[in-house]
């Protein structure tokens, strides 16, 4: 095993970063703690992967396998919307706001793009969101909507995509900024 030279590694840093390093390294006066940085980076790089599959929840596939999201064309993509997703999603709006989610069409989320046919996400059909990661302005002045979206919506549509959540670590996965774009435009990836 190839032995790790620490002044390589801190010098690799940022300054203030760095600096920080090297007091917690003297302060342990050990390079047990070298181990605990690789694992620590190892946990974060498996979260990441895990974050970015996508579980099987499409029609199958010309090898007889159930297709992901990713890999469905156009039209198993809309079947799957109507089959799946609008059926999971609507109760959510209806138990939220019955009189105004009375009906529930492809147009809630996707606006003119029943007519156009570009089904693209995030779409500037839904109110553009602040951009801040922890969505502070949303949870400050829409409590009630961010609430419901955070713990019911998103969770739903996510299981219905066959998408893991949005990891605030990763910054992947299905959430708020998959359907809304940011304040200059899509972010996260999307």
Same mark, same amino acid.
């Given at each position: 095993?190839?032995?790790?030279?620490?002044?390589?590694?801190?010098?690799?840093?940022?300054?203030?970063?760095?600096?920080?390093?090297?007091?917690?390294?003297?302060?342990?006066?050990?390079?047990?703690?070298?181990?605990? @940085?690789?694992?620590?980076?190892?946990?974060?790089?498996?979260?990441?992967?895990?974050?970015?599959? %996508?579980?099987?929840?499409?029609?199958? =596939?010309?090898?007889?396998?159930?297709?992901?999201?990713?890999?469905?064309?156009? &039209? &198993?993509?809309?079947?799957?919307?109507?089959?799946?997703?609008?059926?999971?999603?609507?109760?959510?709006?209806?138990?939220?706001?019955?009189?105004?989610?009375?009906?529930?069409?492809?147009?809630?989320?996707?606006?003119?793009?029943? +007519?156009?046919?570009?089904?693209?996400?995030?779409?500037?059909?839904?109110?553009?969101?602040?951009?801040?990661?922890?969505?502070?302005?949303?949870?400050?002045? @829409?409590?009630?909507?961010?609430?419901?979206?955070?713990?019911?919506?998103?969770?739903?549509?996510?299981?219905?995509?066959?998408?893991? &959540?949005? +990891?605030?670590?990763?910054?992947?996965? @299905?959430?708020?900024?998959?359907?809304?774009? =940011?304040?200059?435009?899509?972010? @996260?990836? %999307?």
């Amino acid at each position: 095993m190839k032995k790790l030279n620490v002044s390589v590694a801190l010098n690799a840093l940022l300054p203030s970063t760095r600096s920080a390093a090297t007091d917690f390294l003297k302060r342990k006066r050990s390079r047990a703690v070298i181990p605990l @940085f690789i694992g620590l980076a190892s946990v974060i790089t498996l979260i990441s992967l895990n974050c970015a599959s %996508h579980a099987p929840v499409g029609p199958a =596939g010309p090898d007889g396998r159930r297709l992901t999201w990713d890999k469905m064309d156009i &039209q &198993q993509r809309q079947t799957h919307m109507r089959d799946v997703v609008l059926p999971r999603v609507a109760p959510i709006f209806r138990a939220w706001k019955p009189e105004r989610f009375a009906t529930i069409e492809c147009s809630l989320c996707h606006g003119d793009a029943v +007519n156009t046919g570009n089904f693209h996400m995030p779409t500037d059909h839904l109110v553009r969101l602040s951009g801040d990661l922890l969505l502070g302005h949303e949870r400050e002045n @829409f409590p009630e909507t961010t609430r419901l979206k955070l713990d019911r919506l998103v969770p739903a549509m996510a299981n219905a995509l066959g998408m893991s &959540q949005f +990891n605030i670590i990763t910054r992947r996965g @299905f959430g708020c900024y998959s359907c809304h774009l =940011g304040p200059k435009g899509p972010m @996260f990836g %999307h």
